[in-house]
């Protein structure tokens, strides 16, 4: 029986954006029997759903609506109109997501403190610090069944893998393996599939074997019957009283109408880009800087990946897309060590 | 032809010069054609000129011997609309003009791949030639059909993935 809950139910849980944030948090709380309404921009689907070609799947899976960026920063020469590849979808960028669960290292946790003050950037340290985070992390490797973890094994190397394994070992690299990831890599170690090696994990995995909200904490979230997921639902403000609690979302429906959900909690859970702005947008006159602000820091120390691609051809094939999008990893060079120039490392 | 002019002829140079020198037919009745009438695109907002243009500029930006011309042709084809259609004209009459100002009739008139590269390149930190180039990562290379002259498998989960179809074959390393 799926929940649905009233409009004017202020006693439920509100949570923005169903990845791996907020589903995983809707999941939980039904799980306790707290009623939760979920809003979600994007639509639903499914492993069966999901499409094996990057572009297609891209246009299904991204978030589409008009985003843009400016600055001197390389993404604003080349990608203004496109700067950050996200999902709007249930279950979020997990849809999208390569599984890589790697944990902060020690020194992470305290990067002011370790690194110094960096000119252009803006440290701090954590108020909390591995030791703390460890028996959390031991129950997300549990629940994602992430490979290298527990009795976990790590996912066999593709063609892709051992090219790279086989360059990084002739360069007198050691910590070289198939990486830790939320990919389910044998059938006795957990209740998903186990990984086909079809190469198309950033498009969705039609298996399931990788871990997504989507599949997993969603419905299992909406089979207590405490969470109603109602997806083309986009939040567009937080509404609070005169105290300055919030009590109600605005949302247009996947019909543009325009509804508003009463809540006694209101969870903002829809990444990097949307949350910060929602919270903006939620600006009042008695919070005009926006909610949830005091510190002037929302949309601000925006962080993401930072990549460089390197390519190479070979004299004889390789048929790196059979498998595993993110094959591997070496891990010889994350460690912070100054001495090289620059602090921290991945 | 005299001996300065071949200067040393690679394959794909001779493949264009035939191609550019007569393969493409422009009738002038609003389409363009392989010469054995294999395949043909129709034009509606643009001339077929500007179509036989647009086609060799996506050869020249990203040449493969191996892929026939209507693969090309599907890839710019989106340029044949109301929308484009200014966007075409004004890209292409500066085309025209930095071919000129090279030396030739046109870029189209060009038989040499090499010459035409040379044109391309004065013009490609221009918004047409962006657009064009940009547009072809996807509008030719997502082209299901020509995934195997590359040696691309594709679509893999029907088949059951790669674990039992070599997913770790590779056998020279």
Redesign the interface.
């Known amino acids: 029986m799926v929940a649905k809950f009233d409009l004017n139910d202020d006693s439920v849980v509100v949570i923005i954006g169903t990845g791996a944030g907020g589903g995983v948090l809707a999941n939980e709380l039904a799980q306790k029997g707290v009623k939760v309404v979920a809003l979600e921009a994007g639509g639903r689907y499914l492993p069966e759903d999901y499409i094996?070609?990057?572009?297609?799947s891209f246009g299904q899976l991204a978030w589409l609506d008009a985003r843009t960026t400016s600055g001197d920063w390389r993404v604003a020469k080349d990608f203004s109109g496109l700067p950050a590849w996200i999902v709007k979808a249930v279950g979020g960028t997990t849809t999208h997501w390569a599984g890589a669960s790697i944990r902060f290292q020690d020194h992470e946790w305290k990067a002011l403190s370790t690194y110094g003050a960096v000119e252009g950037a803006n440290l701090l340290d954590w108020p909390i610090d591995g030791a703390e985070m460890a028996p959390w992390y031991e129950k997300a490797e549990e629940k994602l069944g992430v490979t290298r973890t527990g009795n976990r094994p790590g996912l066999?190397?593709?063609?892709n893998?051992?090219?790279f394994e086989?360059g990084a070992k002739s360069l007198g690299y050691k910590e070289v393996h198939t990486g830790r990831m939320a990919i389910q890599s044998s059938d006795e170690t957990g209740n998903r599939i186990s990984?086909?090696?079809?190469?198309?994990c950033f498009q969705g995995c039609?298996?399931g074997a990788k871990w997504s909200a989507a599949y997993t904490d969603i419905p299992d979230g909406e089979a207590t019957g405490n969470l109603e997921v109602r997806d083309r639902c986009h939040v567009a403000k937080i509404l609070h009283d005169d105290t300055g609690k919030v009590t109600a979302v605005e949302y247009f429906d996947k019909d543009g109408n325009k509804l508003t959900q009463k809540a006694r909690i209101v969870c903002v859970a829809g990444n990097t880009i949307e949350s910060p702005r929602l919270l903006l947008n939620s600006a009042s006159e008695m919070f005009p800087n926006g909610l949830a602000n005091s510190s002037d820091q929302v949309g601000r120390n925006y962080m993401r990946h930072v990549t460089g691609s390197v390519y190479a051809i070979f004299d004889?094939?390789?048929?790196m897309?059979?498998?595993t999008t993110m094959a591997g990893i070496v891990q010889d060079e994350a460690r912070h060590d100054p001495s090289r120039g620059f602090v921290g490392a991945a | 032809m005299t001996k300065h002019d071949l200067r040393g002829l690679t394959r794909r140079q001779l493949l264009s010069r035939s191609f550019a020198a007569g393969a493409l037919v422009v009738t002038g009745a609003g389409f363009i054609a392989a010469p054995n009438a294999a395949w043909a695109v129709e034009v509606t907002a643009i001339t077929p000129d500007q179509m036989a243009t647009l086609l060799q500029m996506a050869r020249d930006i990203y040449p493969h011997d191996q892929v026939p011309d209507q693969f090309y042709a599907v890839a710019v084809k989106g340029y044949d609309a109301e929308d484009k259609k200014d966007l075409v004209a004004a890209g292409i009459t500066e085309l025209d003009a930095a071919a000129r100002a090279m030396g030739h009739a046109s870029y189209l008139s060009i038989g040499w791949e090499e010459d035409r590269v040379q044109v391309l390149q004065s013009i490609e930190t221009g918004t047409f030639f962006q657009t064009v180039r940009s547009g072809l990562v996807?509008g030719l290379y997502?082209q299901?059909e020509i995934w195997p002259i590359f040696?691309?498998?594709?679509?893999?989960?029907?088949q059951?993935?790669?674990?039992e179809?070599?997913?770790?074959?590779?056998d020279?390393?």
Request: aromatic share 20%; with cysteine.
């Open positions: 094996n070609d990057e572009w297609e066999p190397g593709n063609n893998y051992l090219v086989k990984c086909q090696q079809t190469g198309f039609k298996w004889k094939p390789v048929r897309w059979r498998g | 996807t997502n299901k040696g691309y498998q594709g679509e893999s989960f029907s059951g993935g790669y674990i179809r070599g997913f770790n074959d590779i020279w390393l």
